[in-house]
């Protein structure tokens, strides 16, 4: 295990897996394995990742606030407790329209 991946066998807090900054987007990666990943996200109003595509089937797990998320140009609107599939190799993108933080797991089998 990385040091920097979230310990087994513990309980962990969903809201203090990552923080807050100003102006940022902020992720630590939870999990990483050979067969998809978990990471953790915060990003500040306004902030967000700009259109890409992936291999992958992703699903965001809103902890916190509102998202809206571009999949192949319809938008989604997420809040807090929320989930959303984006499929692999659509083109997608996400822009924070409050605060929110989010759990990121990408499956990386076909």
Known sequence: MNPSEMPAAAALAASG??????????????VKRAGGTITAFAFDAGQGLSEHTAPFDAMVHVLDGTVEISIAGAPVIASAGEIVLMPANQPHALTARTRFTMLLTMIRST
Not at 17 to 30: D, K, N
């Open 17 to 30: 897996l990552v923080s807050y900054q100003e102006g940022a987007v902020v992720s630590r990666t939870l």
